[in-house]
């Protein structure tokens, strides 16, 4: 049970530690508004994480590759969702100048967390994969629930740790100096992320048509 578990975190590092618009998230806020903030929006990226996990462990995974419309339909969402943010943070951006930056209340931060990884359902596909990789053929459910607690702790650590790093003194005087143009690269790079995620899928829905 030992190496497999070993395994799966091994797997989900390997993929925390490649930036996305997560940490573009949490730099944001913990830099730019406020540590509190910062860590629930953790809590939201991180309680979405482990319903993924979860849902992947029940077959989730095995119902996208299915049903790959239902897939899709989120991935849609999700990409129209993150332009949504990227409008807002340019438009903060834009106003910084002469209006201070507003800071999100802890409801608000922890509903954009969990919005954010709640609509990326490539999230439960890679641990459907990592989980049938690594998992044997019948596991035990404690081998089970500790595969989902792995990859849980995993995102919690990772995550804190960003909020931590991003929320230094230092950090928040050197983002608060530059926030109308770091904000406004920020919604930039959601907006391309979320732009990436519907053109890809309408390409995967072209790529289908007969």
């Known amino acids: 049970m030992l190496t497999s578990l070993l395994a799966i975190a091994l797997l989900h590092w390997a993929v925390l530690l490649v930036p996305g618009f997560n940490v573009v998230l949490l730099a944001q806020l913990a830099g730019g508004q406020s540590r509190a903030a910062a860590f629930a929006a953790v809590a939201g990226m991180t309680t979405a994480t482990l319903v993924w996990a979860t849902?992947?462990?029940?077959?989730?995974?095995?119902?996208?590759?299915?049903?790959?419309?239902?897939?899709?339909?989120?991935?849609?969402?999700?990409?129209?969702?993150?332009?949504?943010?990227?409008?807002?943070?340019?438009r903060s951006g834009m106003s910084a100048a002469s209006v201070p930056p507003q800071t999100l209340s802890r409801a608000a931060a922890f509903r954009v967390g969990f919005m954010?990884?709640?609509l990326n359902p490539k999230i439960a596909l890679f641990y459907g994969s990592v989980f049938a990789t690594a998992l044997p053929p019948s596991p035990s459910s404690l081998?089970?629930?500790?595969?989902?607690?792995?990859?849980?702790l995993n995102s919690i650590v990772w995550h804190t740790s960003l909020a931590v790093a991003f929320s230094q003194k230092a950090v928040q005087q050197a983002y608060l100096r530059n926030f109308a143009r770091l904000t406004k690269v920020s919604g930039a790079v959601v907006g391309a992320f979320g732009l990436k995620l519907i053109v890809g899928t309408l390409q995967e829905l072209r790529t289908r048509v007969p």
Do not use: K
Request: proline share 2%; charged share 0%.
């Open 116 to 118: 954010t990884s709640a």
């Open 143 to 152: 081998h089970v629930t500790s595969a989902v607690a792995v990859v849980y």
């Open 55 to 90: 849902l992947a462990v029940l077959g989730i995974g095995a119902v996208f590759s299915t049903l790959p419309a239902l897939r899709q339909g989120a991935q849609i969402a999700g990409g129209l969702y993150l332009l949504y943010l990227a409008y807002n943070l340019w």
